[in-house]
């Protein structure tokens, strides 16, 4: 028995010794530089498929480093995405809070103006009744503390101009709500990794500009109400001029060899040359000038109605004083009446939101005109926007179809002098 075991021990030994031996023998030794490997040893019983060859048993590891590689670009294009994001709130917010204020002062002038004349046309009333009473002195003190205050309310009004200042907010809450927009759609239709930086730097220099141009505050940082040069409205930021480039052609007919047209046809910027020599000469300088008129008879209104008032106040206070009192008192009737009616004109007719809306017709060309500059400075048509887009969106600008743009062409042309030009390019003002 003893004999037994020992025989079965030393086979069993042998049987081992072999095999490690051979397994020795046949694994070649592993390089530092091989891939890590997973070996599956399948009993000899089981069918394998004969697609399934080592390479497929291999770990894959590429996808860590990938995944480590991307993480912080997948990071920045989150943080681009939240700041745009809150900028487009920050926009919804502003454009609330100038249509409340937008509302509060067009009540402003309505109030101001119904306030002022009640108290102008009932101050003329008690002093061309104060000769013909007994209670003389009353009646007087009365009609001049009323066209006292009349004079003042009215040069504050003047100053501030309520029917301009609900215009800017209604022109600002347009504005801030169609930045809004943008951005939304910009989220909502492009991706993260193509939201940049300088995506974010371009919305924050519009909500500047936009401040800038309809400022919230009252006093102080209210806009200049009666400006000595007229200028157009500018809501929009000045563009940052590009660095030129080595390989940027130097004309339309030079580009770089496999380059495409974009939608630009030498046709197409002839006609866009027409278009801004027609907005320059008709359309901007229109404006400009009917807003200096507005401008000229506002400021004197501004002027007359205080004046007439303060003059009607002084003399009623010479009412009842011997043959000059009758004089005083017709002179404080007629001076009131005369300041009601500057008044009525001046914030009835809202000569200062007419003014702003003709500032803001000036700033619409003139945004237009610096548009198109900047595409027909850049010289490379690659680099542009789509011609054609850019010929859709100008036309709807102007309130004109796209067949209709094809008359400006022939006005680039040097033969043609700005007093032989008679239409406009806008149908919308």
């Known amino acids: 028995m003893a004999t037994a075991i020992q025989a079965q021990r030393l086979f069993l030994t042998a049987s081992t010794s072999s095999s490690l031996s051979s397994c020795t023998t046949r694994r070649p030794r592993r390089s530092a530089a091989a891939p890590c490997r997973s070996a599956l040893r399948v009993p000899s019983g089981l069918q394998t498929s004969a697609a399934a060859t080592p390479a497929d048993l291999t770990l894959k590891l590429d996808w860590i480093d990938a995944r480590l590689t991307s993480a912080p670009a997948a990071a920045e294009d989150s943080t681009a995405v939240e700041k745009l994001r809150a900028v487009a709130e920050a ?19 309505h109030l101001l103006l119904h306030s002022t ?50 215009e800017e907010q209604r022109n600002a809450t347009r504005l801030w709500r169609q930045l809004e927009r943008h951005l939304r ?36 940082g209210m806009l200049e109400k009666f400006p000595i ?14 660095p030129a480039k080595s390989n940027r052609s130097k004309s339309f007919g030079r580009r770089v060899a496999g380059s495409t047209n974009n939608g630009w ?107 198109v500059e900047a595409c027909l400075g850049e010289a490379d048509v690659g680099r542009r926007e789509n011609g054609e887009l850019f010929e859709t969106k100008v036309a709807l600008m102007l309130g004109r179809s796209v067949s209709e743009m094809k008359q400006f062409r022939r006005m680039a042309s040097a033969s043609v002098k700005d007093e032989d030009i008679k239409d406009y390019a806008g149908k919308l003002f």
Request: aromatic residues 4%; contains cysteine.
């Open 91 to 109: 926009a919804a917010d502003r454009a609330e809070m100038h249509d409340i204020i937008g509302r509060q002062r067009d009540n402003w002038n």
């Open 185 to 220: 759609s910009m989220l909502e239709l492009s991706t993260p990794a193509a939201i940049t930086d300088a995506d974010v730097q371009d919305a924050m220099d519009r909500v500047l500009a936009l401040d800038a141009a309809y400022p919230l505050p009252l006093l102080p």
């Open 265 to 371: 046809t030498p046709e197409l910027e002839e006609e866009m040359r027409g278009l801004l020599r027609v907005i320059r000469a008709k359309d901007e300088h229109q404006y400009l000038s009917v807003g200096k008129m507005i401008l000229t008879l506002n400021r004197g209104l501004a002027v007359a109605g205080p004046a007439l008032a303060g003059a009607a106040a002084v003399s009623a206070a010479f009412i009842g004083a011997g043959e000059a009192g009758s004089f005083a008192s017709g002179t404080a009737v007629v001076c009131g009446a005369l300041a009601a009616a500057a008044n009525t004109v001046e914030h009835g007719g809202q000569l200062g939101m007419l003014f702003e809306l003709l500032r803001n017709c000036a700033g619409f060309y003139r945004k237009i005109q610096e548009d």
């Open 229 to 242: 040069t007229v200028e157009p409205a500018r809501w929009w930021p000045r563009r940052r001029a590009q």
């Open 117 to 166: 004349n009640s108290l102008t046309l009932a101050a003329s009333a008690m002093a061309a009744l104060a000769p013909a009473v007994p209670t003389v002195g009353a009646l007087k003190a009365s009609a001049g503390v009323l066209l006292a205050t009349a004079a003042v309310t009215m040069a504050a009004v003047n100053k501030i101009q309520p029917s301009q200042l609900a």
